[in-house]
C-alpha cells in the first residue's frame, strides 16, 4: 500500500528553527510537494522536490532523498503566522497525489 | 495567476436536501479537476477526480450518486451533494491542474457545509 508518515503535532519557539520530517512509501515517484495549511484554510504550495538535495526558498527549506523516502520541511526564524499544519504529499507513478496526514506546528511566543 | 475560487464558501442546508458546490479556475483552463473532503483534525481526502467533458473517477467508498460531479467546461466543475445527511457535513475543497505529469495543483479556498 501507499503510505506517508510525518509527526501529528510539534511545538517550537518564535524565533527558532524547526524541521518537520516527512517518510513515505508509494507505488513509483513523481515528486514531492509541501503544503501549508491554515486552520479552516485550504492548503497553499510550499514547495517541490523531485531531484535529491535541498530547495531553499527564503525561510522555508525541504529536502529530499530519494533513496531513503524521506523528505523535511525546515523552517526558520519562526513566525507566529508560521502555526499552521504541514502537509507531505507525494506523487505516484499515475501523477495522482498521495497525502500524509499532516503536522500540526504550534508556535510559542 | 492560478486563482481557483469556490462557491460558497459556507452553506448550511437541512438534512435530505441536496447542495451544489461550484469550483472555478479563474486565470486558467484546468483540464483536470480534483475534489477533496477534509474531516477535523484529518488529512485531505481525494474523493473523486473529473477530467473536462468525461465522467468522473471516484475512490473507493465515495458514492458517486451521492456525490454528483460535473466538469462541464475548462474552467468549470461543480459538486452536488444529494440528499445530505449531517454526516456529510465536513470541509469540501476543489483543486486543479493544468495537464498531466507534474502541474502544481491549485486548490479553492474550500467550502464549509453544515448539514443540520
Known amino acids: 500500500g501507499q503510505n506517508i508518515d510525518q509527526p501529528t503535532e510539534m511545538t517550537a519557539t518564535e524565533g527558532a528553527i524547526v524541521q518537520i520530517n516527512c517518510t513515505y512509501q508509494?507505488?513509483?515517484?513523481?515528486?514531492l510537494f509541501w503544503y501549508q495549511q491554515h486552520a479552516g484554510e485550504a492548503p497553499t504550495f510550499l514547495s517541490y522536490n523531485v531531484l535529491d538535495g535541498l530547495e531553499e526558498k527564503g525561510r522555508f527549506s525541504s529536502f529530499l532523498s530519494r533513496s531513503k523516502g524521506y523528505s523535511y520541511l525546515l523552517l526558520k526564524e519562526l513566525q507566529m503566522k508560521d502555526s499552521a499544519s504541514y502537509l507531505c504529499a507525494v506523487t505516484d507513478s499515475n501523477y495522482q497525489l498521495i497525502w500524509g496526514a499532516g503536522t500540526k506546528l504550534i508556535i510559542k511566543p | 495567476g492560478a486563482v481557483v475560487s469556490q462557491h460558497p464558501s459556507r452553506v448550511i442546508c437541512k438534512s435530505g436536501t441536496s447542495v451544489k458546490i461550484e469550483c472555478r479556475s479563474l486565470?486558467?483552463?484546468?483540464?483536470?479537476m480534483f475534489w477533496y473532503r477534509q474531516f477535523p483534525k484529518q488529512s485531505l481526502m481525494l474523493m473523486a477526480t473529473?477530467?473536462?467533458?468525461?465522467?468522473?473517477?471516484?475512490e473507493q467508498g465515495v458514492e458517486k450518486d451521492k456525490f454528483l460531479i460535473n466538469h462541464a467546461s475548462l474552467t468549470l466543475s461543480t459538486l452536488t451533494v444529494t440528499s445530505a445527511h449531517p454526516e456529510d457535513s465536513s470541509f469540501y475543497i476543489c483543486s486543479a491542474r493544468v495537464g498531466t505529469g507534474f502541474y502544481e495543483q491549485y486548490f479553492g479556498p474550500g467550502t464549509r457545509l453544515t448539514v443540520t
Open positions: 486565470d486558467f483552463q484546468a483540464t483536470t
Open positions: 473529473s477530467n473536462e467533458g468525461s465522467k468522473a473517477t471516484y
Open positions: 508509494t507505488s513509483g515517484f513523481n515528486g
